[in-house]
């Protein structure tokens, strides 16, 4: 029988998800994740929300990811949303060096532009410093709005700050900026959703005519409508389009283990040398059953 490809996503929103979302997602192969801070929904008033936030995403949320068999790792950043509110920024950024020396927080991100303001600009261009001082990798998120120019823009700044493009993921790309992009040297990632954005059948045209090299697929998925299942619906469907799987394990695996994997923190060894799942743990007295047995995987049994 052939052997199941295994997948990791690498912009997934899994504090909006459910328990029921993990479960599905180990099931269809996902091993490993990465979180992005983002934007909830409504704005942040006051600093202690972000620091209880992102506490959860070096905290609880790696937890309840391994209670289910999945890897979880996080970007810690200033959203470029809420950057638009300077005085709150200013205490964020005091706040993010506290965190981005954490075990699993695997870049800077998600930053960049929503709205091009002076504002996003600035908090973007003192992250990148942030970035360099850690010499940590950065994930960039790209406007929804004139996107081309917002992206080529965030390139221009990576590059003006002395980034490696090698060194930051540029995402939520579509076809007219992925060419500038790769050809720049960045790492193109693509967000899959239901409805808009990337579908998956432009990402296996995209995977066609660019190629492997340097591109990623994610789901982003969130408290939106969106899909955590998005990259191995798409594995499956450039496979079925006749997609060589080398070229899909590249862009639903390998190449986000080799990008994420340069920050020394992210590595195959953490999902395939883990332990069995133990549902028996509890986390700060929690634990994400109701009632059930526990599950506990059999080199686990004590």
């Not at 005519?209 to 191995?232: E, M």
């Amino acid at each position: 029988m052939e052997e199941k490809l295994q997948f990791i996503d690498p912009h997934i929103h899994m504090t909006s998800r459910t328990t029921d979302d993990y479960e599905a997602m180990a099931k269809a192969g996902i091993v490993a994740i990465i979180e992005p801070s983002f934007w909830l929904g409504q704005p942040r008033t006051q600093v202690g929300s972000f620091q209880d936030y992102f506490s959860s995403l070096v905290g609880w949320e790696p937890f309840r990811a391994s209670q289910f068999g999945i890897k979880h790792y996080c970007t810690i950043g200033l959203n470029s949303k809420e950057a638009n509110n300077e005085p709150l920024a200013e205490e964020v950024m005091e706040l993010l060096p506290l965190y981005l020396h954490k075990e699993t927080v695997v870049a800077v991100g998600e930053i960049g532009y929503d709205d091009q303001t002076p504002a996003e600009d600035k908090y973007f261009r003192q992250q990148l410093e942030l970035a360099k001082e850690f010499n940590m990798l950065v994930q960039v998120h790209t406007p929804h709005r004139d996107k081309k120019a917002g992206t080529i823009r965030s390139m221009e700044v990576c590059l003006e700050h002395g980034l490696d493009p090698g060194m930051v993921i540029i995402d939520h790309n579509n076809e007219e900026t992925v060419q500038e992009v790769l050809d720049r040297g960045f790492i193109a990632a693509f967000t899959i959703y239901p409805k808009t954005k990337m579908g998956n059948e432009r990402m296996v045209a995209v995977v066609e005519r660019f190629g492997s090299t340097n591109i990623i697929v994610d789901s982003s998925a969130d408290w939106g409508v969106s899909d955590p299942l998005a990259v191995p619906k798409t594995a499956g469907l450039m496979l079925t389009k006749g997609i060589a799987k080398e070229d899909v394990i590249k862009t639903c695996y390998q190449n986000a283990l080799d990008v994420f994997g340069k920050s020394g923190k992210m590595k195959a060894s953490h999902w395939t040398d883990a332990e069995g799942i133990d549902q028996r743990l509890l986390f700060n007295d929690n634990s994400v059953l109701r009632g059930q047995l526990p599950k506990v995987e059999k080199d686990k049994i004590v």
